[in-house]
């Protein structure tokens, strides 16, 4: 018995931290499926960044490499956690550019944020002070007057 006890140890010690490929996702029910070695996980919740007022749910994509944390080595019990870059998949130009890959385009915070790209925004944009949708032109900037068209 005592090395049924060992084995089963060993197992759950290799369970606890493992990396593997994302397989399948359903981001409705945050939850994405993991290929370790030859076998798929069951259906796994996925981390967030924040999950309470705030939420910030990004859910990885198939093919993309993850880390697998399972408390206790109990796969039952394991969840997603952050993803490793494969193939020189950095983006930011060094250490201390904060940047995301959007999916085409490329959010960079230098001091100020650059956007290169489209931006849909579905209400307003305050700048210092000033409204995008609700600012109106003094007569002193050549022939734009009035509120925006």
């Known amino acids: 018995?005592?090395?049924?006890q060992h084995a089963e140890a060993d197992r759950r010690a290799t369970n606890i931290v493992q990396v593997g490929a994302v397989t399948a996702i359903d981001t409705g029910a945050n939850r994405a499926r993991v290929r370790i070695g030859g076998l798929d996980t069951q259906p796994l919740p996925v981390t967030q960044l924040r999950s309470g007022t705030v939420r910030f749910q990004w859910m990885p994509s198939p093919g993309e490499q993850v880390v697998v944390y399972a408390p206790r080595g109990d796969m039952e019990r394991a969840f997603i956690g952050p993803s490793i870059p494969v193939d020189g998949?950095?983006?930011?130009?060094?250490a201390a550019t904060p940047t995301i890959d959007l999916g085409g385009s490329i959010l960079s915070i230098i001091g100020d944020i650059k956007i290169?790209?489209?931006v849909t925004v579905t209400q307003d944009v305050i700048a210092n002070g000033i409204s995008l949708v609700n600012h109106i032109h003094p007569e002193s900037i050549g022939s734009v007057t009035g509120k925006p068209q």
């Open 1 to 4: 018995m005592a090395g049924f």
């Open 89 to 94: 998949g950095a983006v930011a130009p060094d």
């Open 116 to 118: 290169d790209g489209t």
